[in-house]
């Protein structure tokens, strides 16, 4: 994995979760943002729906960015020619490749998905665009058919080649398998389309990496339809700190990114969530939170401020002396060892009174010397 191309799809299969509406202002502002960051490809949605989804396309399109911005087509001529009013360069053409899906959308026959794949990426090379070729539910293909459609797809221009696992079925090794032939099998470059029914998208788009496939989509904090797709967050960083490939991503705006996605979609995410949740870098165990102290390295994989967050120690129900006195240090509070004791069987017992951590605040009062005028204890 010399190389890695990010294809960022927040605007597009991101907008597409349930529930989940960008205004146009929220897509540029999103756009602008990852292109600062250094986000080399973003498909920005989908032309052909035409409103307020053009609207913002063609505003991004004008904005003069660095990243380059894709668009998502179906394969017909008047999606491309929605995709070129937008003023876009790049498109991408899904068509379906698993006998379910073919049966769905063409009755079943593999002829006319050819056909038409072949009509529309001649329609969009002739025009000058640079042309991608998805194929959907690609983990529930038939191998062989799926291998004759991107030789097909390459035969007749396409730059590059998306492997979708579409339902979110596959698993590590599996991919690696089914990536790996594929590769095999065509000299385009190979991109990775993953999906976190199972919560596998992240791993298996690496996998899909490992075999040899050279791009991949990503969301922004997972947002995606269902379950999700593989998240940008814990792509560039595991791309970055276990893999060690260059991306020339600013990964310190990372949590900003998060933010302002979890802004525009309306939805929180789990303190417990990867990379950018506010619990990655926040230690409350006392044997957690000692270590901490000592070295960080002990129980962090990498420090906050690569992502643009700080490390938070919480007292709570399972802290221990050593972080008490820590927090209450960093307040110009010193206690002795009985005093610190006395403090953190309060923290204890107050905790498991209000079911969560503690409050700075809520700290200071059960100091020794504010007990009895308080009333804590």
């Not at 605007?11 to 979760?17: H, T």
């Not at 600062?36 to 609207?55: C, R």
């Not at 899906?101 to 002739?126: P, Y």
Request: hydrophobic letters at 40%; proline letters at 3%.
């Amino acid at each position: 994995m010399d190389y890695v191309n990010i294809n960022d799809t927040t605007l597009r299969d991101g907008e597409q979760a349930a529930g989940i509406v960008f205004t146009p202002d929220e897509k540029i502002s999103l756009a602008v943002l990852m292109d600062a960051m250094g986000i080399p490809e973003l498909e920005v949605g989908i032309p052909a729906m035409g409103g307020s989804e053009a609207q913002a396309i063609t505003t991004i399109a004008k904005l003069g960015l660095k990243t380059d911005l894709l668009g998502w087509n179906r394969a017909n001529r008047s999606d491309i020619e929605a995709s070129i009013a937008c003023g876009l360069r790049r498109v991408h053409i899904s068509i379906p490749v698993s006998e379910v899906q073919i049966q769905a959308k063409f009755q079943g026959n593999c002829r006319v998905v050819l056909e038409r794949l072949q009509d529309t990426l001649n329609f969009a090379l002739d025009r000058g665009l640079f042309v991608s070729v998805g194929a959907e539910d690609s983990s529930r293909a038939v191998e062989s058919f799926l291998l004759d459609v991107a030789g097909s797809a390459q035969d007749w221009g396409a730059s590059r080649f998306r492997f979708c696992d579409t339902v979110g079925i596959l698993d590590p090794a599996t991919t690696t398998e089914k990536v790996g032939k594929l590769v095999q099998s065509v000299s385009i470059p190979i991109e990775m389309h993953t999906h976190n029914d199972f919560g596998l998208a992240t791993a298996n788009a690496l996998a899909g990496l490992q075999a040899g496939a050279t791009s991949v989509n990503t969301t922004v904090n997972g947002l995606g339809e269902r379950a999700g797709n593989a998240a940008l967050e814990e792509m560039v960083m595991a791309l970055k700190q276990l893999y060690k490939v260059k991306l020339d991503i600013n990964t310190r705006r990372l949590r900003e990114l998060s933010q302002l996605v979890v802004t525009a979609s309306g939805y929180q995410l789990p303190p417990w969530k990867a990379i950018v949740g506010d619990n990655a870098f926040a230690h409350e165990s006392g044997i957690h939170a000692h270590g901490v102290l000592k070295n960080p390295q002990t129980y962090e994989p990498f420090a906050p401020e690569e992502i643009g967050m700080e490390r938070r120690l919480v007292v709570g129900k399972h802290s221990g002396r050593h972080l008490v006195s820590n927090v209450l240090g960093q307040h110009g509070i010193t206690l002795d060892r009985e005093e610190a004791q006395f403090v953190l069987e309060a923290v204890r017992n107050l905790s498991v009174q209000m079911k969560r951590s503690l409050t700075v605040d809520e700290l200071l009062e059960l100091v020794p010397n504010r007990r009895v005028s308080h009333g804590i204890i």
